[in-house]
């Protein structure tokens, strides 16, 4: 077990090392490091090809639970998230397909039309509605969703895209937090432990509302140099075009609106209906394809492969840390330390599952911290929805730290790549990492003041 663990950290620590090198793109190391991580730790190491299907977890597609339940909680299982990369999928065929027919070009003219223009006035509304439509809907779909626009808008008004992206991918997982179905380690939570939505909304949501208003203020002056610079060019408001124009199919445009609102409606419900997130993901794709008619073939070329492999070596990977047992050594460790003393426990559960979720998959992490804190909290005699808020903000906002640390992250930052911005991990961690020290933070303060 040893070897197999040192095997483990070692893959991880390498595939990290590339990807920040970004001298390999980024699938083919996670690919490669997932293909060692079967050879040398799951072959070598443990001998064990239990672990390895576990860890591919294809059997699971293949079961009425991963389609259609009452709970989410199955979906914390080991290995590949397969729901995960089948929604990602499924959102970036439907997005193909909004896009087609214009309605992302209509929607951020619209907008801009809005705001008259104005560069400030779209990056605090685009905050204020990443936070919000995360709440709703999963953050993947949100960053999907407004980093298109966004990178539309910057074509039309010639200003930098990168700062407006950066500051919606944190948005979008500091909404996700504030509620029970925003973000994925929230749905684990929530169903593992019987909380409801309402109980995230006035515990986590106030958190996060908070939050909101101290981040707005952050990244507006983080950003208002390169803001400034890009509002520098005057447009003629009287020469863009109407908003109308940017409608190329008329036909498309109406039907990709329903299947959006449709897919916001089945998100937002799934707990009510039981089908999961993997169902809803197809089920969009399928539509979108079935209603692009000739078009679905050209639809499909342009999806973003590259971030779908990306995942499945991710997810590899992280599954030799999970079975060998890393990640409950780590949640271990917080037991340990933190004795009796209710603040300290707290902080550690907080900043450890934080510095943990900005490197590895905060999804994992969750499911392996929630027995943990059942632990802690009947033997230190601390009220358990305490420590499941600080997990929850922990995970959530740690997540936000690094381009790998949620989906959100990874797909916000390939949208803006695939549109000729690359976004490497210093420009990423120099403005994020602050705001993400900032509402960890408050987050802190605010479970000490109002629990303890």
């Not at 790998?404 to 949208?415: D, E, K, L, P, R």
Request: hydrophobic share 55%; net charge neutral; glycine share 8%.
């Amino acid at each position: 077990m040893i070897t197999a663990q040192v095997l483990a950290v070692l893959i991880f620590v390498a595939m990290f090392l590339l990807i920040i090198t970004e001298k390999i793109e980024r699938q083919y190391v996670t690919l490669g490091c997932g293909l060692l991580t079967l050879l040398l730790v799951f072959g070598i190491g443990l001998h064990s090809m239990s672990a390895v299907i576990e860890t591919l977890n294809v059997r699971n597609i293949f079961t009425l639970d991963f389609w259609y339940q009452a709970g989410e909680s199955s979906e914390s299982s080991s290995g590949i998230n397969w729901a995960t990369i089948i929604f990602i999928a499924g959102m970036m065929v439907m997005v193909e397909g909004m896009a087609r027919a214009g309605f992302f070009r209509w929607l951020c003219m619209r907008i801009a039309k809005l705001v008259h223009y104005q560069t400030v006035p779209i990056f605090i509304t685009f905050m204020i509605m990443s936070f919000v439509l995360a709440m709703f809907i999963d953050s993947i779909t949100v960053i999907l969703f407004l980093a298109a626009v966004t990178v539309e808008l910057a074509r039309l008004l010639e200003f930098n895209p990168v700062p407006m992206i950066l500051a919606e991918i944190f948005c979008a997982n500091l909404g996700g937090s504030a509620t029970m179905c925003g973000d994925p380690p929230n749905i684990i939570i929530g169903t593992s432990l019987g909380y409801s939505f309402a109980d995230f909304v006035l515990n986590t949501g106030l958190i996060a509302g908070i939050s909101l208003i101290a981040v707005l203020l952050f990244f507006y002056f983080a950003f208002r140099k390169e803001l400034k610079t890009g509002s520098g060019k005057q447009v003629d408001i009287s020469k863009l075009p109407d908003p109308k124009s940017a409608i190329t199919d008329k036909t498309g445009f109406i039907i990709s609106t329903v299947i959006f609102l449709c897919a916001v409606v089945l998100l937002v419900t799934h707990a009510m209906t039981g089908l999961t997130v993997a169902f809803i993901g197809l089920f969009i794709a399928l539509v979108t394809l079935i209603t692009s008619g000739k078009h679905a073939v050209e639809v499909l070329k342009k999806v973003d492969y590259k971030t779908l492999l990306f995942f499945i070596g991710l997810f590899v990977v992280v599954g030799g840390l999970e079975q060998t047992g890393i990640l409950e050594l780590v949640a271990g460790f917080i037991g340990k330390v933190s004795g009796g003393n209710a603040m300290l426990m707290i902080a550690i559960i907080i900043w450890i599952s934080a510095l943990a979720s900005a490197f590895i998959d905060n999804i994992p992490f969750a499911a392996t911290m929630i027995p943990v804190i059942k632990t802690l909290a009947a033997a230190q005699g601390i009220p358990l929805e305490t420590l499941a808020w600080a997990l929850s903000m922990g995970t959530d906002i740690g997540g936000s730290a690094t381009p790998i640390g949620a989906s959100a992250n990874v797909v916000g930052t390939s949208v803006a790549a695939k549109a000729g911005h690359p976004i490497g991990w210093g420009e990423y961690c120099k403005k994020v990492v602050p705001a993400t020290l900032l509402v960890l933070l408050i987050s802190t303060v605010m479970i000490f003041v109002r629990y303890l």
